[in-house]
């Protein structure tokens, strides 16, 4: 079974060294350091739109110029693992694991990221501007209509499955690319990025990753969870204070956490 496994990555990281796994360079187009890895900007690409699509460059990369039987994404920080160890690096989901896997699912997702008072539309209205899903909502309403019932369903969730990371038959993968981007790019020329901060204009990679669930809800089916390792610390009391900030007070996100 030829599994890739693409790890977006900016800059030189401890990375896993198992043949499941290519690192894709991401901002390749706008940064002319070469790291040793796939760089994102070879053969059809969007490497010049990462600043406001994140790892989305890397994930459309192996959707154009890869051939295979299964593909994923994951993040140089944060990548799938079945087992948690002392030494993260070493939980790293194996080729054989993934193989093991892969036979059973036809789609792999890290574990939900429950936010337990607050929707995921309300979320995102809390931490960011509420318009971009608003103008996603009608884009899919006009193109694709029939995907509107399960937007909503997933929108008044309390869970969702973050990162855009997942592992998919590459057959599945490539349609959920297909309907993925045609929105993305359509949203793209309703929003002026220009007058955004670098971080708020990053809001094409964040708005993907609430409609990876709205694809798997409108297709059915089934998937498998499995865990996730962040490599090097996670700032919890941070996140929940800036979460309590945003959910009553008002104060939108202003940079990563």
């Not at 079974?1 to 043949?19: F, G, R, T, V, Y």
């Amino acid at each position: 079974m030829n599994i890739k496994l693409i790890i977006a990555i900016h800059k030189q990281a401890e990375l896993p060294h198992d043949s499941l796994y290519l690192p894709v360079q991401v901002n390749k187009a706008n940064n002319p350091e070469n790291y040793g890895y796939q760089p994102d900007n070879e053969g059809d690409n969007i490497s010049v739109k990462n600043p406001n699509f994140c790892e989305l460059t890397a994930l459309y990369w192996g959707w154009k110029n890869l051939q295979c039987d299964y593909m994923g994404l994951a993040h140089y920080r944060r990548h799938f693992a079945l087992h948690k160890k002392k030494d993260k690096m070493a939980s790293v989901l194996s080729l054989q694991e993934c193989e093991n896997l892969c036979s059973q699912y036809e789609i792999i997702l890290p574990k939900r990221r429950n936010y337990f008072i607050s929707t995921l539309w309300n979320h995102y209205k809390d931490t960011h501007d509420i318009s971009h899903l608003e103008k996603t909502r009608e884009i899919i309403a006009q193109d694709y209509p029939q995907y509107v019932q399960a937007f909503d369903t997933v929108m008044k969730r309390t869970w969702g499955h973050m990162f855009n990371m997942y592992i998919m038959k590459k057959s599945l993968s490539d349609k959920y690319c297909e309907w993925l981007f045609d929105i993305l790019f359509k949203l793209e020329k309703q929003i002026d990025v220009s007058s955004l901060s670098a971080f708020d204009a990053r809001l094409f990679g964040r708005v993907s990753e609430l409609l990876l669930d709205v694809w798997i809800e409108q297709q059915q089916i089934p998937y498998k969870e499995i865990g996730f390792v962040q490599i090097g610390d996670e700032n919890w009391p941070k996140k929940i204070q800036s979460f309590i900030q945003a959910k009553f007070f008002g104060k939108k996100y202003s940079q990563s956490r």
